[in-house]
């Protein structure tokens, strides 16, 4: 029963990642993240066919190996959350943007410690410097 959740999960964010994939402001990495975890403890034959997938597939394996977060993606993420702070600003209170922007600051910080393509992944490691929060 648990495989049949973890796989339903998968798929339900398979079906998110293709939304971001052709909707801006909409995540597509972090969702296909979170569906090969998904497939992992699932489907070792929708794993596969997720890290093959022509869209998905470099994105996942440039993640599991080097750790890259895809420098577009990160870019869409700050302006959603500028977007989402704005809106935020006039309708809701003054403490709750307080709290989301401190949030989004967090999230930025970690995003952007990660190299942004396999092009500054690989200078990093010729440089010697750090990839995301390890050596």
Do not use: C
Not at 4 to 24: D, E, H, N, Q, S
Not at 40 to 63: A, M, Q, R, V
Not at 99 to 118: E, Q
Request: proline share 5%; net charge positive.
């Amino acid at each position: 029963m648990k495989k049949w959740l973890w796989r339903a999960l998968g798929l339900l964010f398979v079906g998110f990642a293709y939304i971001g994939a052709i909707t801006p402001g909409i995540p597509t990495t972090f969702f296909a993240l979170l569906a090969a975890w998904a497939f992992s403890k699932s489907s070792p034959e929708l794993d596969k066919w997720l890290h093959e997938h022509p869209i998905f597939g470099k994105y996942l394996t440039n993640w599991e190996t080097k750790r890259v977060y895809p420098q577009k993606g990160r870019i869409a993420m700050v302006g959603v959350m500028i977007i989402s702070l704005v809106s935020m600003y006039f309708t809701v209170p003054l403490r709750v943007v307080g709290y989301a922007a401190i949030t989004f600051i967090l999230i930025i910080i970690w995003a952007f410690r990660y190299p942004g393509s396999v092009e500054e992944y690989d200078r990093r490691v010729t440089e010697g410097k750090k990839i995301g929060w390890l050596k």
